[in-house]
């Protein structure tokens, strides 16, 4: 008897379909995120105003946004294989940041978030990246009002890798991935601290001294963006993000080409295509 009419051939299955509906509602809410993200810049205030309120209303609609996305990018695509595959990735990416936990931005996380991204599509790397994030903040109790932010950020890091260029391999991919690392990890430092910047620098109200680090409002954009940047460049910039950078830097380099051929061995295994 043959091994064909022993044993069937599992068909094989893309990880997280991105039809053309997924697609737009994931661009939809990339969309809106980011402008939830960037409300101090948006927001338009009354320069005599003495008290400023972010819009609530939107931020609170972030997880129900999320949720939807999520949803509609498992409808139909996500099976056994990949829930079991998403599953392992989400925990042992839990684990790895109930590890490291951010000390001077020491964060393991992302770079297996980067290469399960690289290895099973941008679908699957926006999934990840929200799973990992939340499992990760109810093991290290980090639940707040940040975690979607946080969560959204994540997914759009691992959908980055998904997107790079497929036809690369070898020391190339490698040094391509090493690249992104250090590119998502100054970005995502850069989104995370624009939503918490007018309550962390401070706001500046009338009567009050001068600042270059407050938000202003009522202030032009650029100026307010002039602040920003330097509230991040001195906070953040060469600390936090510069650690994480280079965590994802060293741990491409040095783990990149183990986890790469592992996480192909088990989507061979599988029977699960990337897009």
Same mark, same amino acid.
């Not at 205030?45 to 008290?51: H, I, K, M």
């Given at each position: 008897m043959s091994r064909s009419a022993a044993a069937p051939e599992r068909p094989r299955t893309v990880a997280v379909p991105l039809r053309l509906r997924s697609g737009v509602v994931l661009a939809v809410t990339s969309v809106i995120g980011l402008l939830m993200l960037a409300w101090p810049l948006l927001l338009e205030?009354?320069?005599?105003?003495?008290?400023v309120d972010p819009p609530f209303l939107f931020l609170l609609l972030l997880p129900v946004i999320l949720g939807?996305?999520?949803?509609?990018?498992?409808?139909?695509?996500?099976?056994?294989?990949?829930?079991?595959?998403?599953?392992?990735?989400?925990?042992?990416?839990?684990?790895?940041?109930?590890?490291?936990a951010g000390t001077a931005g020491l964060e393991l996380v992302f770079f297996l978030l980067i290469? %399960? /991204?690289?290895?099973? +599509?941008?679908?699957?790397?926006?999934? #990840?990246?929200?799973?990992? @994030?939340?499992?990760?903040?109810?093991?290290?109790?980090?639940?707040?009002p940040w975690l979607p932010f946080q969560m959204l950020v994540a997914a759009w890091v691992g959908m980055g890798a998904g997107l790079l260029p497929r036809g690369v391999r070898g020391r190339g991919e490698i040094a391509l991935l090493a690249a992104y690392g250090v590119v998502s990890a100054y970005l995502y430092g850069?989104?995370?601290?624009?939503?918490?910047?007018?309550?962390?620098?401070?706001?500046?109200l009338p009567g009050q001294d001068s600042s270059e680090l407050s938000y202003v409002p009522g202030a032009a954009?650029?100026?307010?963006?002039?602040?920003f940047l330097v509230y991040t460049l001195l906070t953040s910039? %060469? /600390?936090?993000?510069? +650690?994480?950078?280079?965590?994802?830097? #060293?741990?491409?380099?040095? @783990?990149?080409p183990a986890v790469l051929a592992t996480l192909r061995r088990a989507a061979r295994r599988a029977r699960i295509e990337s897009p």
């Open positions: 205030v009354d320069p005599g105003a003495e008290r939807v996305v999520l949803a509609e990018l498992s409808e139909g695509g996500m099976d056994a294989r990949v829930l079991a595959v998403l599953g392992v990735l989400s925990a042992v990416n839990a684990v790895l940041r109930l590890v490291s290469l %399960g /991204g690289r290895v099973f +599509g941008a679908g699957f790397g926006f999934v #990840l990246g929200c799973t990992s @994030l939340f499992a990760s903040a109810l093991m290290t109790a980090g639940v707040g850069l989104l995370m601290n624009l939503q918490g910047w007018p309550f962390i620098a401070g706001i500046q954009v650029l100026d307010n963006l002039h602040h910039t %060469g /600390g936090w993000d510069t +650690g994480r950078a280079v965590t994802n830097l #060293l741990a491409i380099l040095l @783990l990149g």
